[in-house]
Nanobody, 121 residues
Framework: QVQLVESGGGLVQPGGSLRLSCAASGSIFSIYAMGWYRQAPGQQRELVARITSGGSTNYADSVKGRFTISRDNARNTVDLQMSSLKPEDTAVYYC???????????????WGQGTQVTVSS
């Protein structure tokens, strides 16, 4: 069993900043990648950013230059620093991790419960 818990969401004015954090715990042997998806009401889920254990990153075009993803492999955590926030960034943000729970095991995607980010004046 693997558990991912997000924190840091909330209400912020346009142009403001928030930092989301996600901590993975449980039966973890190795985490190959971690990242963030988001889903607004009535919209499909979209990938915001991801980072591999080796440090490679990928961002959605809509957040490039504004969001930064980082991770601490030793603590099994991933953060998303969000700056210059826009109303269209409003969504539930979900942390995910590709995790192997045993040595040599196939990695599977695990998901956090989601944290609400609302950007509004």
């Amino acid at each position: 069993q693997v558990q991912l818990v997000e924190s840091g969401g909330g209400l912020v004015q346009p142009g403001g900043s928030l930092r989301l954090s996600c901590a993975a715990s449980g039966s973890i042997f190795s985490i190959y990648a971690m990242g963030w998806y988001r889903q607004a009401p009535g919209q499909q889920r979209e990938l915001v950013a991801r980072i591999t254990s080796g440090g490679s990153t990928n961002y959605a075009d809509s957040v490039k230059g504004r969001f930064t993803i980082s991770r601490d492999n030793a603590r099994n955590t991933v953060d998303l620093q969000m700056s210059s926030l826009k109303p269209e960034d409003t969504a539930v943000y979900y942390c995910y991790a590709d995790v192997s729970t045993v040595r040599g095991g196939v990695p599977f995607a695990y998901w956090g419960q989601g944290t609400q980010v609302t950007v509004s004046s």
